[in-house]
């Protein structure tokens, strides 16, 4: 588990290693609030960064978490929730 907070940086690394990225997507651009569809990532895509998001930090992304965390800022908010309630307990 990891003690350090999960960032936009973490993320997009991980989307890139687990599905790449359209050719019209720049992910160094602001994409914290645009939609993960729009960037293009389809649900699949998102199982293949949840599932490495929790190898690599050791928590559990329930679906409905996943299903919720529309956007990338979504997404990161939700895994530093995980990792700070594990810092706690």
Same mark, same amino acid.
């Given at each position: 588990?990891?003690?350090?907070?999960?960032?936009? =940086?973490?993320?997009? @690394?991980?989307?890139? =290693?687990? $599905?790449?990225?359209?050719?019209?997507?720049?992910?160094?651009?602001?994409?914290?609030?645009?939609?993960? =569809?729009? &960037?293009?990532?389809?649900?699949? /895509? &998102? &199982?293949?960064?949840? $599932? @490495?998001? =929790? @190898?690599?930090?050791?928590?559990?992304?329930?679906?409905?978490?996943?299903?919720?965390?529309?956007?990338? @800022?979504?997404?990161?908010? /939700?895994?530093?929730?995980? &990792?700070?309630?594990?810092?706690?307990?």
């Amino acid at each position: 588990m990891s003690t350090q907070p999960f960032t936009i =940086e973490d993320l997009k @690394r991980i989307l890139l =290693e687990g $599905s790449g990225a359209a050719e019209d997507v720049d992910l160094d651009t602001d994409i914290l609030d645009q939609e993960f =569809e729009d &960037l293009g990532y389809d649900s699949l /895509a &998102l &199982l293949e960064t949840s $599932s @490495r998001i =929790e @190898r690599t930090y050791g928590i559990t992304i329930s679906d409905s978490i996943l299903a919720d965390a529309t956007t990338p @800022r979504a997404l990161v908010g /939700a895994v530093n929730e995980h &990792l700070a309630e594990d810092a706690a307990a």
